[in-house]
């Protein structure tokens, strides 16, 4: 069964995002990214496979290995997602730091 995962759900654990950043800088086989982690190896799939499904990890068969890469497309339209949301915050920090500029304590 093909279940499709939601994106936000996946990247909401601590060791995919480190999974994320670690492919993000160079194609990996299963075994090099369980390498980087304290976890079990069927531990590390059970995340590749999250990442897979909900399309952030791609997979590249090269002979007996599997190689997973970094989905560009997906990631972009996560973060094209999350700009109108990261522009508003940092409007409105922006503000409050305007407005904490302008206040003086009462001594």
């Given at each position: 069964m093909n279940l499709?995962?939601?994106?936000?759900?996946?990247?909401?654990?601590?060791?995919?995002?480190?999974?994320?950043?670690?492919?993000?800088?160079?194609?990996?086989?299963?075994?090099?990214?369980?390498?980087?982690?304290?976890?079990?190896?069927?531990?590390?799939?059970k995340h590749l496979q999250i990442l897979t499904e909900c399309e952030l990890l791609e997979q590249e068969q090269n002979g007996r290995e599997i190689i997973y890469h970094i989905n560009a497309k997906k990631m972009k339209e996560v973060a094209d997602f999350i700009e109108p949301f990261r522009k508003l915050w940092d409007d409105r920090f922006n503000k409050l730091e305007d407005i904490m500029k302008k206040y003086k304590p009462k001594k």
């Open positions: 499709r995962r939601d994106v936000f759900q996946a990247i909401a654990d601590p060791t995919r995002r480190a999974v994320l950043l670690l492919v993000a800088t160079q194609a990996m086989t299963a075994g090099a990214i369980a390498a980087n982690f304290d976890t079990a190896r069927p531990t590390v799939s």
